[in-house]
């Protein structure tokens, strides 16, 4: 087993480490109430044409084309009504020479009709109707089949399910979607000077904030989280909790914070030292150094993270929440990164790549003529986006200090400086995983 004195891993080596630990879980059927945010296990296909015939796309008459061909505002063309088809109808008149049909938005385009005149260009009789406009053959129709074929791909498996998902799943008549289920991650936060937020606090106490980080971080990445603890510094008491969370089959993964350094009550360590499966061990990154990372004896992958509040940030957003979002069931569990300017510029250890958290300061707000910042514009024309690269700063003048916890609480992104970059200084360029909504 790799101890502290081990050479480090690299950031990616843990990473594929940890990655490496998950696998998509295995398919429920859910509701599509309980759809969104879930990932498709499988293909959904449609058995049918959509749309399932030809259809109104206006609130009008259904006619020939050929009855109408010469009716202008001048000279209208008077048509017979023979029925009236609101949406949801199952009438089929036949509309024959001479005829129309009252048609709403969505009702089937009856027999013998081809065409759809919108009532703005008629009388809107109901006996007789005055058509005041001649209509191309096929206008105002939705056919049949033009959105779909049957056996048409929908939604493809491993399709992080979002609203236009599931009204897709839905129009084909699909009720209950196979998904894959989502962990279900026991988080225990452990140190002797912790307790429940909102607790008067003895010298030398502080609120356990990491079991919220890392719930409120699993319920982020799609998991239902566990929030266990704060435990002590009591290795037996961790240990009788781990295997029971072990031996538990609703538990896919455990996450911990605290007790992995080189202290001498470092509990985490001290109660999984035994485990073959388990590994302490240094990663060469700041913050998150000391990391444990394995299996416990029944299977379930075990994240050991340091206490210190930002590393535990940090550790989950590059070790564990990749592999909750594998076991998901998603392909790509990679935060969207940017490329951005750094404003201000910062030393970091060497030989240890740095997660640095950073906000993104935005001096090209769009402003109009009166030089006031307006909303951006949804609609700019193809080429014309502003390409200019975000510029960030640290989000703490403290830097990546990991115990800089309440001011974390400004970062929008995390700068990830490679290990052999030993001083980002103004105006480099850097890589930014995206964090913030
Ligand atoms: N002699 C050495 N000391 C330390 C080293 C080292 O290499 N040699 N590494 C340092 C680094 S880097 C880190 S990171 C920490 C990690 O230590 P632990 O994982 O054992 O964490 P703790 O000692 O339990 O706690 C560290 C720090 O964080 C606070 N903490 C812990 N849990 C919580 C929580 N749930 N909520 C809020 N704050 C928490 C704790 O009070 C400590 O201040 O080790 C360094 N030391
Ligand atoms: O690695 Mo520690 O996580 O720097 O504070």
């Given amino acids: 087993m790799p101890t502290t004195d081990s050479p480090m891993r690299t950031l990616d080596e843990h990473r594929a480490a940890a ?95 081809d065409t759809v ?62 998904v894959h289920r989502r962990p279900r991650v026991a988080v225990v936060s452990t140190g002797d000077e912790l307790v429940p937020p ?21 319920r982020d990445a799609g998991g239902e989280p566990v929030r266990l603890g704060p435990v002590g510094d009591d290795p037996d008491a961790l240990r009788d909790l781990l295997r029971g969370l072990d031996d538990d089959t609703d538990v896919d993964a455990v996450v911990t914070s605290g007790g992995v350094s080189v202290g001498a009550f470092d509990v985490v360590k001290a109660a999984l030292r035994d485990e073959p499966g388990v590994d302490f061990l240094p990663v060469a990154v700041q913050p998150g150094k000391p990391q444990g990372l394995g299996r416990l004896p029944g299977g379930t992958p075990v994240f050991a993270l340091p206490g210190n509040p930002v590393s535990s940030f940090v550790s989950f957003e590059v070790f564990v929440r990749p592999a909750l979002l594998r076991m998901r069931g998603l392909a790509d569990v990679e935060r969207p990164t940017t490329t951005a300017v750094v404003d201000d510029g910062w030393r970091t250890p060497p030989g240890r790549a740095q997660v640095m958290p950073v906000r993104f300061v935005r001096p090209y707000v769009a402003r109009d003529d009166r030089g006031t910042a307006g909303p951006a514009s949804l609609s700019t024309a193809p080429g014309t986006a502003d390409a200019r690269p975000p510029h960030v700063v640290r989000a703490t003048a403290g830097g990546s200090g990991s115990h800089l916890v309440a001011r974390l609480a400004v970062a929008e992104g995390l700068a990830v400086v490679p290990a052999e970059i030993e001083q980002v200084a103004p105006g480099d360029r850097v890589t930014v995983l995206r964090i913030a909504p």
Avoid at 49 to 76: C, E, I
Avoid at 125 to 136: C, E, L, N, P, S
Avoid at 140 to 165: F, I, M
């Fill in 19 to 113: 990655l490496a630990l998950a696998a998509p879980l295995p398919e429920v059927v859910v509701g599509l109430d309980a759809a969104l945010g879930a990932v498709l296990a499988q293909d959904v296909r449609t058995s049918e044409r959509l749309p399932r015939w030809d259809n109104s796309a206006m609130d009008g008459y259904a006619v020939r084309a050929d009855d109408v061909r010469d009716a202008t505002a001048g000279a209208p063309v008077t048509l017979r009504v023979v029925a009236d088809l609101p949406a949801g109808t199952s009438g089929t008149p036949t509309v024959e020479p001479g005829t129309a049909a009252r048609i709403m938005t969505g009702a089937p385009v009856p027999p013998g009709a």
């Fill in 117 to 178: 005149v919108p009532v703005e260009d008629t009388d809107a009789g109901t006996v007789t109707v005055q058509v005041r406009a001649a209509k191309a053959i096929g206008s105002h129709v939705r056919r049949a089949g033009e959105d779909a074929s049957p056996g048409d791909l929908v939604v493809a498996a491993g399709t992080l399910l979002g609203p236009a998902h599931v009204a897709a799943v839905a129009s084909v008549g699909v009720a209950d979607v196979p």
């Fill in 198 to 218: 909102g607790t008067p606090l003895a010298h030398g106490q502080i609120p356990d904030s990491n079991s919220w980080l890392l719930a409120a971080a699993v």
